[in-house]
């Protein structure tokens, strides 16, 4: 380094608040995201094979076909859980909270949500749960949560 002046400091550092407002579609989704504000939960079912779906699809994934909107019950049964420990950003003060797998009678797929409990120690699978709805509307998945009956 002939010639060069090697300096030591510190590298200037800038902090600005950066907000970004984001317009989102859920397009064929819209009718689950609405009804969630009106209570209700909403499947899919295949007119073609019968097929029943807990997670709304506007297509069947088995033969293609459209399907069509049916009301989930709002009772049901916990067939697995996990509890997290660790989240990204949006949950991250909500650590530790539980996810549940929900099984709905006459229902053949199962539905994700989140469980709120006092004691997490006490979940079991098979345990029944009934969802609960916030009372102001995000139109995001979380608007629907689960609790032990």
């Known amino acids: 380094m002939a010639g060069k002046k090697l300096m030591k400091i510190d590298p200037a550092v800038v902090e600005w608040n950066y907000n970004t407002e984001y317009r989102h ?6 009718p689950f995201f609405i009804a969630l504000g009106k209570n209700k939960l909403l499947g899919s079912r295949c ?6 779906y807990g997670t709304y699809r506007k297509y069947c994934m088995y ?9 989930l019950p709002l009772k049901g049964k916990i067939h697995s859980f996990t509890t997290c420990y660790y989240s990204g950003e949006s949950f991250r003060n909500d650590v530790p909270f539980t ?4 099984e709905f009678p006459g229902i053949d797929s199962l539905f994700m949500s989140r469980l709120y ?3 997490t120690g006490k979940i079991k699978i098979g ?3 009934i ?11 979380n608007d629907v949560y689960f609790v032990l009956e």
């Open 25 to 30: 579609s859920y397009a064929q989704d819209s």
């Open 47 to 52: 007119p073609e094979c019968g097929y029943k």
């Open 63 to 71: 033969c293609g076909a459209e399907t069509e909107d049916i009301e």
């Open 99 to 102: 996810l549940v797998l929900v």
């Open 117 to 119: 409990a006092d004691d």
């Open 127 to 129: 345990m029944d749960i």
């Open 131 to 141: 969802a609960k709805f916030k009372k102001f509307q995000d139109f995001t998945v």
